[in-house]
């Protein structure tokens, strides 16, 4: 009886033994899946892993050779283990991801880059689909998304200039598969926001503009917007903010009714700026801080002499007369996340936690604030987007 003992509890520790094996086993499947580690990626060695699971180092090598044995880890003789370049096939047919964008020009580009690149690694195909701007094709273009039948949604919806934007973005949560926002949010929703999303910080973002400008002396700093479009917003937001808790100038802001400057758009701004005795101002976008700088050439002033400007977006600036100090967004960064958080979400499902992950975009240093030629960048992600 006491050897038959012995026999029963032997088993019972191997059975456990092989439960913990194939639970780390499937936990890194998972990782791997959702693009915790991309292909090509070095993993924790199995040392690193028995310290942290508290597993043995036998537990953790049966977990690794399972992941061999499936292809989806390589081990490299006195350089460790690393996720496979490519994923098995049915890993790969089996997720399809649809992606909605207001267009692909200026902005998106690198988005679009950060997605494609985000998608792959997770072994999923994407499929796009733009509306242009126009609030009326957005359910068409999702429908036909659907239609195409993908796993999962990475939209960027009109949540602005509509009426009930909390509706509209319960209604695409409600889709019948996830859905995460990118660039895309309820702005000061508070606690009551259930959506999914990855956004740039575009309040983060006019706040550290102000702040530069700030620095270097300026206290009478104006706003210059478009009336127009679902970044302004926000901007206006931190602009507001920044000037409060900075004590500067009030009430310099100056929105441009117009759908597109022009050079006598840029004329009327520089009147006001004239007007607010204004001695800096943040310009939202590019092109609007590039007319306004030949206002200001054409009035026989300077940049940054008598002006000292920054842009928003950081997408043409540095082709300015005058190079922009500019805001720029992390957009490639944005569509990576933002591809991350859905793949995971396809994999993990309700055990996934709700992600609402806001970016802070960095501060682009040239020449039109008056500290030199050469670029340099303040806050927001270490890494150039």
């Not at 953790?60 to 460790?80: H, I, P, S, T, Y």
């Not at 909605?100 to 902005?107: A, F, G, M, N, R």
């Not at 206006?236 to 000037?243: Q, S, T």
């Not at 700088?293 to 002006?307: C, E, F, H, K, N």
Request: charged share 25%.
């Amino acid at each position: 009886m006491r050897m038959a003992g012995r026999r029963e509890g032997a088993v019972r520790d191997t059975e456990t033994k092989a439960l913990k094996f194939e639970a780390l086993a499937d936990e890194l499947k998972r990782g791997i899946i959702a693009g915790t580690w991309t292909a090509g990626q070095k993993l924790p060695t199995e040392q690193h892993l028995a310290a942290e699971t508290g597993l043995s180092l036998t537990t953790v090598r049966r977990a690794f050779d399972e992941l061999v044995a499936q292809d989806l880890v390589v081990r490299r003789q006195g350089a460790g283990s690393f996720v496979a370049a490519r994923r098995p096939r049915e890993e790969r047919a089996r997720r399809r991801v649809g992606v909605l964008l207001p267009d692909t020009q200026l902005y998106y580009p690198r988005v679009l880059q950060g997605i494609e690149e985000g998608l792959s690694a997770a072994g999923a195909s994407l499929h796009l689909s733009t509306y242009r701007y126009d609030p009326s094709l957005e359910d068409g273009s999702i429908e036909f998304l659907l239609d195409a039948g993908v796993d999962g949604l990475l939209l960027v919806p009109t949540l602005t200039t509509i009426e009930d934007p909390a509706g509209r973005a319960q209604q695409l949560m409600d889709l019948p598969v996830p859905v995460v926002l990118l660039e895309r949010s309820l702005i000061d929703a508070g606690p009551g926001d259930r959506t999914e999303h990855v956004c740039s910080d575009h309040q983060g973002g006019a706040y550290d503009a102000v702040r530069h400008l700030a620095a270097l002396g300026h206290r009478r700093v104006a706003l210059l917007t478009r009336d127009h479009g679902p970044t302004a917003p926000a901007v206006v937001l931190g602009y507001r903010h920044a000037v409060a808790d900075l004590g500067l100038a009030v009430d310099l802001e100056f929105a441009q009714v117009k759908e597109a400057w022009s050079a006598d758009s840029a004329e009327a701004a520089w009147a006001r700026l004239r007007d607010f005795e204004a001695t800096a101002a943040l310009v939202f976008g590019d092109r609007e801080a590039t007319l306004l700088q030949g206002a200001i050439r054409r009035a026989g002033l300077s940049v940054p002499d008598d002006m000292a400007l920054v842009s928003y977006d950081d997408e043409t600036a540095d082709l300015a007369e005058v190079p922009l100090t500019a805001v720029s967004p992390p957009k490639y960064r944005v569509g990576r996340m933002a591809a991350d958080v859905l793949a995971r979400r396809l994999v993990e499902r309700d055990d996934c936690p709700l992600h609402q992950i806001r970016l802070r975009p960095r501060i682009v240093v040239r020449r039109s604030c008056g500290t030199g030629g050469a670029p340099s960048h303040e806050g927001g992600p270490c890494v150039s987007d």
